[in-house]
């Protein structure tokens, strides 16, 4: 099946740094998106972005779908970004694999004051 | 419009005993989809349903079994409880078809004793 690697597996920054956490698929996917684990467990909605560039807020996420990578931008990071970050996919095709995500093994992110 | 909601919350069950998990996807979804958590696994894929029929399956044993009902609500049923199931249980819901973003529950937290 497919593989997702995350990278780093640990962070720790300082409120106020910049921070990017990459995420590589061994295949093409499709429905890439990236979550936020907060601490009681719920996966909340970051980015839905199987392609191109898109912001919100202090976050920005880049994907390159033909290089198989996702980049996730934290920038003027707060004690509240703290948490794991989960990027996931799903297989090609569509129509054989649905909605099956394959997460990646996350980012602990660790903000200071 | 509410999110998607799981319960019980919390559950501890010994070994042996079955357990079921209720999921109420967001008003007008009608995939569901179901991961287990653990710290050694990560995220796994348990299975999708999407208008009443399992569209998709993970790799778990057949102690683990789904249903969706006609107003899309999932259920999932793990019978013989082993303590490896002991687990963050969450459930997705995203609109029909493939291809859409995928939205998580709070998780049930499933501990076996």
């Known amino acids: 099946g497919i593989q997702v690697e995350q990278s780093p597996p640990d962070l720790i920054l300082q409120e106020g740094a910049n921070s990017t956490l990459r995420c590589n698929f061994s295949?093409?996917?499709?429905?890439l998106q990236w979550f936020h684990q907060n601490p009681w467990g719920q996966l909340i909605n970051l980015f839905y972005i199987p392609s191109g560039t898109k912001q919100n807020g202090r976050l920005c996420a880049t994907t390159v779908a033909t290089e198989r990578y996702s980049l996730l931008y934290i920038s003027s990071s707060q004690t509240t970004d703290s948490g794991v970050y989960f990027c996931a996919g799903t297989r090609s095709p569509l129509m054989e694999y649905g909605n099956k995500l394959v997460f990646g093994a996350g980012t602990i992110l660790r903000v200071k004051s | 419009k509410a999110g998607v909601t799981q319960t019980p919350r919390y559950l501890i069950k010994t070994r042996g005993q079955q357990v079921t998990l209720s999921c109420s996807p967001i008003?007008?979804?009608?995939?569901v989809s179901w991961y287990q958590q653990t710290p050694g696994q990560g995220l796994q894929f348990l299975f999708e349903?999407?208008?009443?029929?399992?569209?998709n399956k993970g790799n778990f044993p057949g102690r683990f079994s789904g249903r969706q009902f006609s107003n899309s609500r999932s259920e999932m049923n793990v019978s013989t409880l082993e303590l490896g199931d002991s687990a963050l249980y969450l459930c997705?819901?995203?609109?029909?078809?493939?291809?859409?973003?995928?939205?998580f529950g709070p998780g049930t937290r499933l501990l076996v004793l």
């Open positions: 997705a819901s995203s609109l029909a078809g493939t291809g859409r973003v995928q939205y």
């Open positions: 349903y999407f208008s009443e029929t399992q569209r």
């Open positions: 295949d093409s996917v499709n429905n």
């Open positions: 008003s007008g979804h009608r995939s």
